[in-house]
Structures are given as C-alpha cells and as structure tokens.
Nanobody, 115 residues
Framework: VQLQASGGGLVQPGGSLRLSCAASGSGSAIPFLNWYRQALGKQRELVAFITNLGSTMYADSVKGRFTISRDNLKNAVSLQMNSLKPEDTAVYYC??????????WGQGTLVTVSS
C-alpha cells in the first residue's frame, strides 16, 4: 500500500489549508487513516484519525479547528485545517493501517504558518 499526500504550503496565521492523501494498492477500506505531524526539533505527534466507520479523534491542540474526513471507496483521507497558528507549522504525514500508527506512511507535506 502506498500513500500519497498533497496540499501543504505557506499560509498566514488565521488562514486555511486542506491536506489530501490517497492510498493505492489496498483492496479494501483501510481501517485507520491518520494524520501525524512533526515540527522541527519535536517528536512526531498524532493530529487526528478516522476509522472506516467514520469515528474520529483529534489532538486537543487542533480540536475545533481541524476536520478529518475520508472516502472509503477511494481510500482517501483529507484534513481541513482552519484558523491556523504558527505552532501548526510542521511536516504532516498521512498514515494508515490496522493500528495507530498504521504500517503505511506517506512522504510528508510541509505546512508553514507564518506572516
């Protein structure tokens, strides 16, 4: 299974970005699709996950600002990020599999929140 993430970029504080991730090579819906992020000098952290039944979880730091969604037919997951803050600056990774973290990782996409 391969995961391909896209959608990162530079945005001003308070702005929005949408990350997308498409999985290929899986014959069925991947149970967990997750977004992680890693800021410079920090450990990778779980941002949000969504199950194939639609259950979601968010890190406290992004609750109310980020929304995760998925398309089971396409094995795709998106992360809508609103009200972005400088502390959201990180490389964001798409992840998926039977657990959290799952076995499959995307290549990462850089999100920079700066004025």
């Amino acid at each position: 299974v391969q995961l391909q993430a896209s959608g990162g970029g530079l945005v001003q504080p308070g702005g929005s970005l949408r990350l997308s991730c498409a999985a290929s090579g899986s014959g069925s819906a991947i149970p967990f699709l997750n977004w992680y992020r890693q800021a410079l000098g920090k450990q990778r952290e779980l941002v949000a996950f969504i199950t194939n039944l639609g259950s979601t979880m968010y890190a406290d730091s992004v609750k109310g600002r980020f929304t995760i969604s998925r398309d089971n037919l396409k094995n795709a997951v998106s992360l809508q990020m609103n009200s972005l803050k400088p502390e959201d600056t990180a490389v964001y990774y798409c992840n998926g599999g039977r657990n959290i973290p799952g076995a499959y990782w995307g290549q990462g996409t850089l999100v920079t929140v700066s004025s």
